[in-house]
């Protein structure tokens, strides 16, 4: 079952700009994390944020986590054309040992 | 250079013929899971595997078939494919994380299957 939603489906935005998508889950997790996917090729993983951190940065990507709302956000700053992707959440769930998707945010940055 | 190595990238094949999509990592990872991607449906995991000998069902294991007999492989074998397995497969691999739950993943290209 898909435990993560991303939000928005879609979101189209110039060169510059900032991205922020965002992240839904239903049960607790041990960790989360954002892939990123560019046109059909394999998923790279972005970051792992664990249940007890709140925000982890990594170069332009800035991920937040509220367990109590159960959500995540990815902010990508100051957008480049190759930022253009989609970009999954994904959760490892407590007690189970694997990782499960969700449906993914097709970011387009246009130059 | 560390990498998760799928074979064959394409393939299209017909109803009822058996194959096989091989998975082999070079990490020494545990942790192995195939995956299928469709459109508006992300990716659903098939199959997964915490160690050698040690294989579970995913979400949508229907039609599939997995062995781990050795850590740097886990192939994907479809007895009898049918059209509603045309996908794009992924394989991963990952080590545990220290806090427990499924670390980092690591992906393969991916399997553009097609069933005629």
């Known amino acids: 079952s898909q435990q993560g939603e991303e939000d928005p489906q879609a979101l189209s935005i110039q060169e510059g700009e900032n991205a922020t998508m965002n992240c839904s889950y239903k049960t607790s997790i041990n960790n989360l994390q954002w892939y990123r996917q560019n046109s059909g090729r394999g998923l790279v993983h972005l970051i792992l944020i664990r249940s007890n951190e709140r925000e982890k940065h990594s170069g332009r990507l800035r991920v937040t986590l509220d367990t109590s709302k159960k959500s995540s956000s990815l902010l990508i700053t100051a957008s480049r054309a190759a930022d253009t992707a989609s970009y999954f959440c994904?959760?490892?769930?407590?007690?189970?040992?694997?990782?499960?998707f969700g449906k993914g945010t097709m970011l387009l940055v246009s130059p | 250079e560390a990498q998760v190595t799928q074979n064959p990238r394409y393939l299209i094949t017909v109803t009822g013929k058996k194959l096989t999509v091989t998975c082999s990592q070079n990490?020494?990872?545990?942790?192995m899971s195939w995956y299928r991607q469709d459109p508006g449906l992300g990716l659903r995991q098939i199959y997964y595997s915490m160690n050698v000998e040690v294989t579970d069902k995913g979400d949508v294991p229907e039609g599939y078939k997995v062995s781990r007999k050795e850590k740097r492989n886990f192939p994907l074998i479809l007895e009898s494919p049918s059209p509603n397995q045309t996908s794009l497969y992924f394989c991963?691999?990952?080590?545990?994380?220290?806090?427990?739950?499924?670390?980092?993943?690591?992906f393969g290209e991916g399997s553009r299957l097609t069933v005629l």
């Open positions: 991963a691999s990952s080590f545990p994380t220290l806090g427990g739950g499924t670390g980092e993943l690591f």
């Open positions: 994904a959760t490892a769930l407590i007690g189970y040992s694997t990782l499960t």
């Open positions: 990490m020494n990872h545990e942790y």
